[in-house]
């Protein structure tokens, strides 16, 4: 039978969509660093700023993204080149990487202190993914989050949408390493695994497939996730990658792996 004996998941972007309290943090942190006369966001501009999540790398992009279309920067030139873009605005805007990271971290922490709930009821899990990950357990797969959001967050909203998975079974922010090695411990202590990981960004799985000794790990690019049309064009026979529709998700194993390898 086809399936992995570990399914190790990227979180955000593959089983919570986290797109709504990104916009919200990242406008608070653009109030407080630009300034702007208007204290509300312009209508619409939640909008423009969803489809542009793919080209951030680190949260503190957020902010200088609504500060570039704000600024009249297309959607088109921003998903086209941001990296180069990056610099030119913080040029432009006489602003620098801290104190943008200073407010996105400030704003998310101090709205986590006065109103958790609140918070959380801004991540929404993507359809399907929860009954999904039910059916792995239930199985028998031994399903690993590996994230960059705080595992004590992945753990509580998985247990709001009531799947109870063990807080060593969460590999966050807080363990501090790339997500590479993390896989690189999981294989290690269970050589004899197939493992399975599925992540929506293609730097996070190219970075794996640079690391010789985790060859025989299946890597599942999630495109219902934080990627553009680029990076799923990048997903070809020959790539080592094998793209993963979100109803291939919730489906049989036997379907992830259908016309790929």
Known sequence: MVGPDILALDFDGVVCDGLREYFQSAWKAYVEVFKPRDLTPPEGLAERFYPLRPVVETGWEMPLVLYGLLSGVSEQ?????????????LAQAGVEKAPLAEAMDGVRDRWIQADLADWLSYQRFYPGVIDRLGQA????????????????FIQQLLAQGGVALPADRILGKEVKRPKYETLRQIKTAHPSAALWFVEDRVKALKSVQQQPDLGKIKLFLADWGYNTESDRALVSP????????????????ETWVAGGG
């Open 77 to 89: 030139t921003i998903l086209a080149g941001w990296p180069e873009l990056v610099p030119e605005l």
């Open 137 to 152: 357990i239930a199985a028998g797969v031994e399903l690993v989050i590996i994230s960059t959001k705080e595992g004590r």
């Open 238 to 253: 020959g790539s080592g990658l094998q793209g993963l529709t979100l109803a291939q998700f919730c489906g049989p194993f």
